[in-house]
């Protein structure tokens, strides 16, 4: 004669919430998706994603695009995600220079558009994300592209009054008015610099610049990159 044996009787209100669990857990182990018609990929499970473009006047396309996300998941898990959805999307990944570590990735591509960098870190449980791609096409056409092996900065002053710029021992005039632009190109490196007017201090910061990259400089807000 075989015995069954009856098991505990599990209430059914801890048996609703062991379901629950059991889902969430399912859910924290799906893998990491993107949308594949959507150029800069984020997961679809980031908390957070916000996406940036630079444009600039006489340039068709964007100098510069940009997406932002925080995703719940483990750093290795979105470089993962990125390798592969990069590599559909015809990037390729450059092996000079990378920096993996374990919390802070950056990477650099070479997409169809131009070069790109994908930077990852880690913050309040979650992986953060910046993936950049530059358009030399459209910063030529903006002249915004620098020479090769410099970084270029473009400043302007748009009050009527003439003011100064001064940064790598050099003090340069900034002549009034919309439409004076002016640019400078340096090396790669931190610059500490100064702008000036009617003899006063406007601002003082610091720029880090990296070869190819084109930075804004203003009297009242930090430096920016447009490309």
């Not at 997406?67 to 390798?83: D, H, K, S």
């Amino acid at each position: 004669m075989t015995t069954a044996r009856r098991g505990t009787k599990v209430p059914a209100r801890w048996r609703l919430l062991a379901c629950a669990l059991t889902l969430l857990a399912g859910c924290s182990n799906e893998p990491l998706t993107a949308d594949p018609d959507v150029a800069m990929p984020a997961p679809k499970q980031s908390s957070f994603s916000q996406f940036h473009t630079t444009q600039a006047h006489g340039a068709k396309a964007p100098l510069r695009l940009e997406i932002e996300a925080r995703v719940p998941a483990e750093l290795g898990e979105v470089l993962a995600f990125y390798r592969r959805e990069l590599g559909k999307r015809g990037w390729q990944e450059k092996p000079d220079d990378a920096v993996i570590a374990a919390d802070r990735v950056q990477l650099a591509f070479a997409s169809p558009k131009g070069p790109a960098t994908l930077k990852l870190g880690r913050a309040k449980g979650e992986t953060t994300v910046s993936l950049a791609q530059r358009n030399p096409e459209a910063a030529a056409e903006a002249n915004v592209l620098p020479t090769s092996g410099q970084a270029r900065l473009i400043f302007g002053y748009l009050r009527p009054d003439v003011a100064s710029l001064v940064i790598n021992d050099q003090t340069i005039e900034i002549a009034g008015g919309e439409n004076h632009p002016q640019t400078l190109d340096l090396p790669p490196g931190t610059y500490s610099y100064e702008l000036r007017a009617w003899g006063l201090l406007l601002r003082t910061d610091t720029v880090t610049l990296a070869s190819g990259e084109a930075w804004s400089l203003s009297d009242d807000k930090k430096p920016s990159q447009i490309y």
